[in-house]
């Protein structure tokens, strides 16, 4: 695959990263002429294949980081890539997890996971043949009729997971998105989610308040400051062999060790953010 | 043995207690009906006894007797302008005509001015100005403008039925989950079929919500039409009525468009269901 012009000598998948963001801002203007800025000069890089996961305070600007890759919001300064291509509308070959329930009530889980393909213009017979295909991956096979209400949020969770996934994204973006969930069922659902993962290994971004299932999913875990005008602190990359056990990873040495580091940066920042809250809520009380 | 007793006891008591449970249940609900209809008696028999005998007061407030006594003359041997069932389809049409036209230009404005914000604000100060007015005065100006025919009280019952599903539309597209506008955004829809798929999937809760009220307003409009100038329906079977001193006559019109009401509300009710089937059934809490 060596290219013989001299400008791509080495080959492109070491050369580009899948989501290059350089020192990008994002500021929100408030309908009262105000702005506030969510992300001050964050530069963060995610190789193809890579599970990154970004921890920090609330208010840091970890969410918005997601929506500026995934196209939804763009960036006040600086450059937001995906594959080398600059983000200007919605970035194709993405895919989102939301962190409240994003997929539509008012259709069954079939025409949920049905939606992707049909948007990207595949005919229904196929379209339905992937989805009931991708239902079964998640493990849902003989609930295609349901509807989202007759599930249980983690069942809900896993109709989300074969929405995005169905598409096949290079870069999927997670933003909390087993937050609602109770701590077993969250466990089994990191479980498969690595699982899926491995099977198409796209590069992730996965937003989390919660450090342990940072660093039992991730390959490299990024600390951000606290907000307003959040930015990366600290990188660490997590060594932990693959595949991993979610519940059971926790224990060993090498993870507890990460995890007291990563804590040592994270803990400042969060004793900022929470000062900061409560000096808000002092203000407001006053 | 010691372990089996406590089981079958354990299911013995379940059962007694969905038993139990169902007999409260029952018991309430015939409390409930014999209650509505006590409530009836006690309500039109209050009527009969007041108006009594005297001729006066049955001329100017009509009485129960009375009023069913039309009825059955009515049915039996038509009213002063033709037959009965002639009055009822008249007034249903135009009242079925103006709904579904109403509604559907609602529906289409709500949704339309709700996702393109532009023509929102463009919109807005007319929208307001037409909404102040008492919109019942332009049957007049429908009236002297398209005749006595059937077109001034559609036009009458579109006006009416009009304004109130296009304000629920419009909030409903407000009020859409901006995360399931950007999942199916990001999952490839374009902007119409997420208006489509989204939106108005979405906003029929609020619209669906607007048309029991909107019913009501159809039938307001095609009485009032009627009343304005025409020569047959409901509406001006009143006018008759009340033109010759006959209070039961208007009451008895009156209890048709009840029953009218009610059939429609039936079906607005089945329809709703069916539009709305995906969502949750409401479970029963503490009554607080």
């Given at each position: 695959m060596?290219?013989?012009?001299p ?10 990263p ?6 990008v801002?994002?500021r929100?203007?408030?309908?009262s002429?105000?702005s ?18 970004i921890?920090?305070?609330?208010g840091c ?13 763009h ?21 989102f997890?939301f ?22 213009g ?24 349901r509807f ?22 290079a ?10 969930l ?5 466990a089994?659902m ?14 992730v971004i996965f937003?989390?308040h919660?450090?342990e ?7 490299k ?12 602190k600290n ?7 693959r595949?991993?056990?979610v519940q ?6 090498r ?8 804590w ?23 | ?47 009969q006894l007041?108006?009594?005998a ?9 009485e129960?007797s ?13 009213t ?26 609602g ?8 996702r ?23 049957g007049?100006v ?47 829809a374009?902007r ?73 509300e039936?079906f ?21």
């Amino acid at each position: 695959m060596s290219n013989p012009s001299p400008l791509f000598s080495t080959p492109l998948s070491t050369r580009q990263p899948a989501i290059d963001l350089q020192n990008v801002t994002k500021r929100f203007t408030t309908p009262s002429g105000s702005s506030y800025t969510a992300i001050r000069d964050l530069t963060l890089q995610v190789a193809p294949g890579e599970f990154c996961a970004i921890v920090g305070p609330t208010g840091c600007g970890k969410s918005t980081t997601l929506t500026l890759v995934s196209g939804l919001e763009h960036p006040s300064a600086g450059k937001v890539e995906v594959h080398g291509k600059q983000v200007i509308g919605i970035t194709p070959g993405v895919g989102f997890m939301f962190q409240t329930d994003a997929v539509l009530p008012w259709k069954s889980v079939l025409d949920n996971v049905i939606m992707g393909p049909r948007f990207r213009g595949t005919d229904k017979v196929n379209a339905i043949a992937s989805a009931k295909d991708w239902i079964r991956r998640v493990g849902l096979a003989g609930f295609e009729d349901r509807f989202p209400h007759q599930l249980s949020g983690g069942m809900r969770k896993r109709v989300a997971l074969a929405q995005s996934l169905i598409n096949e994204p290079a870069v999927l973006l997670m933003d909390e998105p087993f937050s609602a969930l109770d701590v077993q069922t969250r466990a089994i659902m990191s479980n498969e989610l690595l699982e899926l993962w491995d099977v198409t290994r796209p590069a992730v971004i996965f937003v989390t308040h919660d450090l342990e299932e940072a660093i039992a999913l991730a390959d490299k875990v990024v600390v951000m400051t606290a907000g307003p005008g959040g930015t990366v602190k600290n990188t660490f990359h997590i060594d932990l062999p693959r595949p991993r056990v979610v519940q059971e990873i926790r224990f060993e040495r090498r993870f507890v060790d990460l995890y007291q580091q990563i804590w040592e940066a994270l803990r400042s920042e969060v004793d900022i953010a929470y000062s900061q809250s409560t000096h808000a809520d002092m203000k407001a009380a006053s | 043995m010691t372990a089996a007793a406590p089981v079958t006891a354990v299911g013995t008591q379940e059962a007694d207690i969905a038993s139990a449970a169902r007999l409260r249940l029952r018991h309430r609900r015939v409390t409930v009906f014999f209650s509505q209809i006590g409530l009836l008696i006690v309500l039109l028999g209050g009527w009969q006894l007041v108006v009594g005998a005297d001729q006066l007061k049955i001329v100017l407030y009509g009485e129960p007797s009375g009023i069913f006594d039309q009825l059955v003359t009515w049915f039996r041997d038509g009213t002063a302008i033709g037959p009965l069932w002639q009055q009822i389809a008249a007034t249903l049409e135009e009242a079925l005509i103006g709904f579904v036209i109403g509604t559907a230009l609602g529906i289409f404005s709500g949704i339309t001015l709700g996702r393109i914000r532009f023509l929102a604000e463009v919109f807005s100060p007319y929208i307001k100005v037409l909404n102040s007015i008492p919109r019942i005065v332009l049957g007049s100006v429908f009236v002297l403008a398209l005749g006595l025919g059937i077109e001034s009280k559609i036009l009458l019952v579109i006006v009416l039925v009009f304004f109130g599903v296009f304000f629920n539309a419009f909030q409903g597209v407000r009020e859409v989950d901006r995360n399931f506008i950007a999942n199916a955004t990001i999952l490839g829809a374009s902007r119409w079929e997420v208006t489509w798929h989204v939106v108005l999937p979405s906003a029929f809760t609020w619209i669906v919500a607007s048309l029991h009220v909107s019913f009501g307003f159809a039938l307001i409009g095609a009485i009032v039409g009627e009343f304005l100038g025409g020569y047959q329906g409901l509406g001006e079977l009143i006018k008759n009525a009340q033109g010759t001193f006959n209070a039961n006559g208007v009451w008895a019109a009156m209890v048709i468009l009840g029953v009218v009401a009610l059939i429609a509300e039936f079906f607005i009710t089945r329809l709703e269901n069916r539009l709305l089937r995906w969502r949750p059934p409401q479970l029963s809490g503490p009554e607080l």
